[in-house]
């Protein structure tokens, strides 16, 4: 069955996904209870789902090992296959721990790694359970010349190792891809309103702004964090000469530097930012005077609909330090709504 999925990329196994037919179709909801597997051809994303029983280890301190299981169907990812094996990627929204699942004829098992916190004759230990050597080394078994040590419990490690075996066992190289995710570039348009000034922080008039936006969106487990750039054009701002006599309100610029984060994983989504905001106007060339400028620690916020259209209030407050000794600690915020095309 063909059509259109929504590839949300995910951070977590999904236990659904959205199909539809065709775009003109309404939206299906297909489980992981439905459907055998899914296939993004675009990203040559593999899925396939597996029922599975889970280990949950919490940061509770246990005397002995862990022994709560949850039984869970959730689509897996296929990130590795060749004529010997396939490897799978999966993380469970219960615990949000990234497991690894190997499959070799008709044998599926979870390769068991985790770490739990014991206590013993009063003592806390830190203690790590990597069954997962010991069952690459049964696996690996057939092949007596395979001799290489345990990898790394990470994607591309795993992927490195089982690669190397099935060229060991058959004489057949694989080729190797990275299965890291790479990073979204977005790049967006604003416009809003603005009351920040170069010297009345206060001040209660507001005017049309609008500026750019260059963001960053962290790839796979860190999808939701972002780099931002702004820069936003800022209405009447006044510059004042060495007598402190103001001037005729000109065009002002605003730089702005932020690190953030998106909440949660639905379509509509709060989010959070800090950084630096570095604002400046520029006095007519006959008034002997420097451009006016000061820098501040700001945050931001703001709900975002799919990381495309948001809307934000920016630099409500400076944070730590001043403009001047009589800067409040909340300042007048730009309130503006943004609209992001992905580039990359």
């Known amino acids: 069955m063909r059509g259109y999925i929504d590839d949300k990329d995910w951070n977590e196994s999904p236990t659904q996904i959205s199909f539809k037919r065709d775009l003109k179709q309404n939206e299906e909801i297909i489980t992981s209870d439905q459907a055998l597997a899914f296939y993004i051809a675009a990203e040559k994303k593999l899925y396939e789902s597996h029922r599975l ?23 897996l990812e296929n ?47 830190a203690v790590e359970v990597a069954e997962y050597k010991d069952q690459l080394t049964q696996l690996t078994a057939d092949a ?20 190397l075996y099935n060229e060991n066992l058959t004489g057949t190289k694989t080729l190797q891809k990275s299965i890291d995710r790479k990073i979204a570039v977005f790049v967006g348009v604003g416009v809003g309103v603005e009351r920040l000034n170069s010297y009345d922080l206060n001040r209660k008039e507001s005017y049309l702004t609008g500026g750019m936006t260059l963001r960053v969106n962290m790839p796979r487990n860190n999808q939701n964090a972002y780099i931002k750039l702004n820069y936003f054009l800022i209405p009447g701002m006044y510059y004042y ?17 932020m690190v953030g984060s998106y909440l949660g994983r ?3 989504q709060p989010f959070f930012s800090i950084g630096l905001g570095h604002y400046s106007i520029k006095p007519p060339k006959e008034i002997y005077t420097p451009a006016f400028s000061y820098t501040i620690l700001q945050p931001s916020a703001g709900i975002s609909y799919k990381k495309r259209l948001e809307l934000e209030v920016a630099h409500f407050s400076r944070l730590f330090f001043k403009m001047r000794e009589e800067t409040p600690f909340f300042i007048p915020p730009r309130i503006s709504l943004n609209y992001y095309l992905k580039i990359k």
């Open 53 to 75: 029983r889970l280990l949950l280890v919490t940061n509770d301190i246990y005397a002995f090992v862990p022994d709560t299981y949850l039984e869970q169907t959730l689509f």
């Open 144 to 163: 007596p010349e395979f001799l290489i040590s345990s990898p790394a419990y990470f994607a591309n490690s795993l992927i490195r190792h089982l690669s």
């Open 241 to 257: 000469n060495f007598f402190m006599a103001k001037g005729e309100p000109r065009m002002g610029k605003a730089w702005e530097a």
């Open 79 to 125: 990130i590795y296959k060749d004529q010997t094996v396939s490897l799978f990627r999966g993380k469970s929204p219960n615990d949000h721990r990234e497991r690894f699942f190997v499959q070799k004829k008709e044998v599926f098992q979870e390769l068991i790694n985790f770490k739990y916190n014991k206590i013993k004759e009063g003592q806390q230990y």
């Open 266 to 268: 639905s379509k509509v």
